[in-house]
């Protein structure tokens, strides 16, 4: 097993942990970690097949992608700390409402 394989192996499995994680909690914090996790499953998956190019050397567009991916995740990630620390003041839980079935 190649260490690209490895790797997007790993990264899919981060992802799978960050989904089960982003349905299973029901705290927002633990929302926000989930999709961090789910975000660093992608970037790892796109670092990996970087390099299966034919001839061995790796494509530095995927690398491109993922710093450009971690600039945004870390943005959306303050901005939604933020949201969740407003919702939290408003209503004195970090958690969404209940809807009710109509």
Same mark, same amino acid.
């Given at each position: !097993?190649? =260490? ?5 192996? *790993?990264? %899919? ?14 705290? #927002? #914090?633990?929302? %926000?970690?989930?999709?961090?996790? !789910?975000? /660093? &499953?992608?970037? @790892?998956?796109?670092?990996? @097949? ?9 494509? =530095?567009? =995927?690398?491109? !992608? ?10 959306? *990630?303050?901005?939604? #700390? *933020? @949201? !969740?620390?407003?919702? $939290? /003041?408003?209503? &004195?839980?970090? +958690? #969404?409402? +209940? $809807? /009710?079935? +109509?």
């Amino acid at each position: !097993m190649t =260490p690209a394989i490895l790797y997007a192996i *790993t990264g %899919i499995g981060l992802f799978v942990l960050g989904v089960h994680a982003l349905t299973r909690r029901a705290h #927002l #914090l633990n929302k %926000i970690i989930a999709l961090n996790i !789910m975000g /660093s &499953g992608i970037f @790892l998956v796109f670092g990996a @097949l970087a390099y299966r190019t034919p001839n061995g050397v790796s494509d =530095p567009v =995927p690398h491109a !992608m993922v710093i450009t991916g971690i600039v945004v995740a870390i943005s959306a *990630t303050a901005v939604a #700390l *933020t @949201l !969740m620390l407003r919702l $939290q /003041s408003k209503t &004195g839980a970090a +958690e #969404l409402p +209940e $809807q /009710s079935p +109509e």
